[in-house]
């Protein structure tokens, strides 16, 4: 379907630009483009880590702070 493959072009274009953004290439919106990948990137990955060890069930202490 045309559909299909106008939104595939789409989603290569910005690909393209998230490397661009990368690399540090001089094109308009690249930065945008890497900037949204990488939050893309960080939520699927924090899903990812969610589904398979679950939330903690103790906080930690942060490094350097007093203990009570």
Same mark, same amino acid.
């Given at each position: 379907?045309? #559909?299909?493959? +106008?939104?595939? +072009? @789409?989603?290569?274009?910005? #690909? %393209? &630009? %998230? @490397? $661009?953004? *990368?690399?540090?290439? /001089?094109? /308009? %919106? $690249?930065?945008? %483009?890497y900037?949204?990948?990488?939050?893309t990137? +960080?939520?699927? $990955?924090?899903?990812? *880590?969610y &589904? *398979?060890?679950?939330? /903690? @069930?103790?906080?930690?202490?942060?490094?350097?702070?007093? +203990? $009570?």
């Amino acid at each position: 379907h045309v #559909l299909y493959g +106008a939104l595939l +072009a @789409v989603q290569l274009v910005w #690909l %393209a &630009m %998230a @490397v $661009a953004g *990368r690399l540090g290439l /001089p094109v /308009p %919106a $690249a930065g945008i %483009a890497y900037y949204y990948f990488l939050v893309t990137w +960080a939520t699927l $990955a924090g899903l990812w *880590r969610y &589904m *398979r060890v679950g939330v /903690p @069930v103790t906080w930690e202490h942060a490094e350097g702070t007093r +203990a $009570a």
